[in-house]
Structure formats: C-alpha cells, structure tokens
C-alpha cells in the first residue's frame, strides 16, 4: 500500500485546513486510515481514524474541531480541520492498517499561528 497525502502549510488560529491521503496498491486490504501527529519534543498521538464501515476515533483534543472521513473503497481520507489552535501545530501523517502491517504516508507540516 502506497500513501500520498497532500494539504497541509500556515494558518492562523481559528481557521481551517483540509489534509487529503490517497491510497494505492493493495487497497482491500486495508482496515482503517487515519491520520497521526507529531509536535516536536512530543510522542506521535493518532488523531482521527476510520474503518471501512464508517466508524471513526478521535484524539480528544480535537474532537468536535475536527471530522475524518473517506469513500467506502479505502481509497481515499480526509482531515477536514476546524477551529484550529497553535497547539495543532505538527507533522501530519497518514496512515493505513491491514490486519498485518501499518503503512505510512510522507508527513505534512500543519503549523497554526496565535
């Protein structure tokens, strides 16, 4: 599985940002996709994720700032982002499971501004 996530750059606090992830490859195998973030000095937490029935996870932090969604196909997941704050500010990565292996895509800096 190939990831390829584009989106991502400055915005001011409040504002919102869309990062988009386009999968390839053996797409069917795949069970969720989502997208994680790291800030420097900090763990890499997930931020939302999907699965292939519609079900999605969020990091509390952003729940109800941000919405995660995808086509029924795994092909493709969104990040739509709301209301962001500077603590927002990090790499984003997608990222795609299959019952064996996780796959990653290129990471994507969101930085939000005060």
């Known amino acids: 599985v190939q990831l390829q996530a584009s989106g991502g750059g400055l915005v001011q606090a409040g504002e919102s940002m869309r990062l988009s992830c386009r999968a390839s490859?053996?797409?069917?195998?795949?069970?969720?996709l989502g997208w994680y973030r790291q800030a420097p000095g900090k763990q890499r937490e997930l931020v939302a994720r999907i699965d292939s029935g519609g079900s999605t996870n969020y990091l509390a932090s952003v729940k109800g700032r941000f919405v995660i969604s995808g086509d029924n196909s795994m092909n493709t997941v969104y990040l739509e982002m709301n209301s962001l704050k500077p603590e927002d500010t990090a790499v984003y990565s997608c990222?795609?499971?299959?019952?064996?292996?996780?796959?990653w895509g290129q990471g994507t800096q969101v930085t939000v501004s005060s």
């Open positions: 990222n795609a499971r299959s019952r064996q292996n996780h796959y």
């Open positions: 490859g053996s797409t069917a195998s795949i069970i969720y």
